[in-house]
């Protein structure tokens, strides 16, 4: 189960609410896809995301182990002793879950990590891999721009885009210990400080 919890949690940005409140309905497998719809979000807009074939083997796995006749439509239920019981996960379960997978990834300060992990790390790593503000707000489903600038100003990927075009501007990469004038490629704009 906790493969999967991951799996969505990172590939939909989702918070644990609602990857708690994912159903079998919520999920349609095409063979080489997972299309997941997300109903009950925090701002009440329905939200879409895909599970790549990579990472399907995860829930198919899982949907193997689900009680025969469940209670219930909802994706997760408990384990108990290695087995699959007829009683969905509760949110609170969900959220002993990052710890379990920090502790999994020897992460300092497992305990720590929170229901709001999964989201934040999809975040940054779609940021990291060079999305745009516009795939970012889509892809967590986020109205206002703060939010999602503020993942892109954090990213290591753009802070070095950013230094690259800078550097770029004034000519030649080399580096050269000898400052003095004439000898520093990147005196190019520099301007004196007045007094």
């Known amino acids: 189960m906790a493969q999967v919890v991951v799996v969505f949690g990172i590939a939909?940005?989702?918070?644990?609410?609602?990857?708690?409140?994912?159903?079998?309905?919520?999920?349609?497998?095409?063979?080489?896809?997972?299309?997941?719809?997300?109903?009950?979000t925090k701002n009440y807009v329905n939200r879409r995301f895909v599970v790549t074939?990579?990472?399907?083997?995860?829930?198919?796995?899982?949907?193997?182990l689900r009680p025969a006749a469940p209670k219930d439509h909802?994706?997760?239920?408990?384990?108990?002793?290695?087995?699959c019981i007829n009683q969905v996960v509760s949110k609170n379960q969900f959220h002993?879950?990052?710890e379990t997978v920090a502790n999994f990834l020897q992460l300092e300060n497992a305990n720590s990590y929170t229901g709001h992990s999964f989201r934040r790390s999809s975040a940054t790593?779609?940021?990291?891999?060079?999305?745009?503000l516009m795939t970012l707000k889509k892809h967590g489903g986020w109205k206002s721009s703060t939010v999602t600038e503020?993942?892109?100003?954090?990213?290591?990927?753009?802070r070095t885009e950013i230094a690259n075009k800078v550097f770029r501007t004034c000519g030649s990469a080399e580096i050269?210990?000898?400052?003095?004038?004439?000898?520093f490629p990147y005196a190019c704009n520099l301007k004196p400080v007045k007094e």
């Open 74 to 83: 909802r994706l997760f239920y408990a384990h108990r002793n290695g087995k």
């Open 150 to 158: 503020g993942y892109i100003d954090e990213s290591v990927a753009h």
């Open 96 to 98: 002993k879950g990052h």
């Open 125 to 132: 790593l779609l940021v990291e891999s060079e999305g745009d």
């Open 12 to 40: 939909g940005a989702c918070r644990i609410c609602e990857i708690s409140q994912v159903t079998l309905d919520d999920i349609e497998d095409s063979g080489t896809l997972l299309m997941v719809e997300l109903k009950q």
């Open 176 to 183: 050269t210990p000898d400052l003095r004038p004439g000898n």
């Open 53 to 64: 074939e990579e990472y399907i083997k995860f829930y198919r796995m899982y949907i193997v």
